[in-house]
């Protein structure tokens, strides 16, 4: 199994580890845990394929994704109530499949067209779209709300791997650098509360006051 392999099986399983998560935090029978596994692992990998016009989408073609997201919500069925603090745990579940996933997106968006634009792209829907999807089927505060940062670490993930392999850097050294990066941006965002500047409104100016 190659590391990119392993990086997509990763981020699929954690993914839906977090949405099983999110079933557990709503209290849904077992049913909801699978369909929100499910979602959440799968739901950024089939926007990026459907993006790309890859058809039939990844786990049609290899449906051991959806065994692997079945697993994991019968798992987490079973054990959630094991995890004092659930809502922590699903935050550093979703870094780690956010930074498996930047990285497994920005090389199939780089595969299949060749440019750096679109795999940076690609990687950063691939690890953004499932987290959303679970956050709006679940009724969570959405992760793309919350202040820390999270997008901008997918961005930087997606960003180095690709430069990496445009430099000639082997691919698993590329892929390992890339998910680094996406890892602890994210993590340094959820451990010291890294954020950027938002937007300020500014009051207009008085009517009275235009020349």
């Known amino acids: ?107 199939k968006g780089l595969a299949a067209t060749g440019s750096p634009t679109v795999a940076i792209t690609t990687g950063v829907m691939t690890a953004s779209v499932g987290g959303i999807l679970r956050d709006l089927l679940a009724g969570e505060p959405s992760v793309l709300l919350r202040p820390e940062i999270y997008v901008t670490a997918a961005l930087g993930g997606a960003a180095a791997f690709t430069a990496l392999t445009f430099a000639g850097v082997p691919l698993s050294v590329a892929s390992v650098i890339g998910a680094l990066v996406a890892f602890g941006v994210r993590g340094g965002a959820l451990r010291f509360a890294w954020r950027i500047p938002v937007y300020r409104h500014q009051p207009g100016r008085h009517p009275d006051d235009v020349m």
């Open 1 to 107: 199994m190659t590391i990119l392999e392993l990086l997509d099986y990763a981020g699929v399983a954690v993914f839906a580890a977090t949405g099983a998560l999110a079933a557990s935090r709503k209290q849904l029978d077992i049913i909801g845990f699978l369909f929100l596994a499910a979602v959440t692992g799968v739901g950024g990998g089939t926007f990026r394929d459907l993006v790309l016009g890859a058809a039939p989408v990844f786990w049609v073609t290899n449906p051991t994704y959806l065994l692997v997201c079945v697993g994991v919500g019968l798992l987490f069925y079973f054990t959630a109530h094991l995890f004092e603090s659930r809502y922590r745990m699903l935050l550093w579940l979703d870094a780690i499949g956010l930074s498996a996933y930047s990285v497994m997106g920005a090389a």
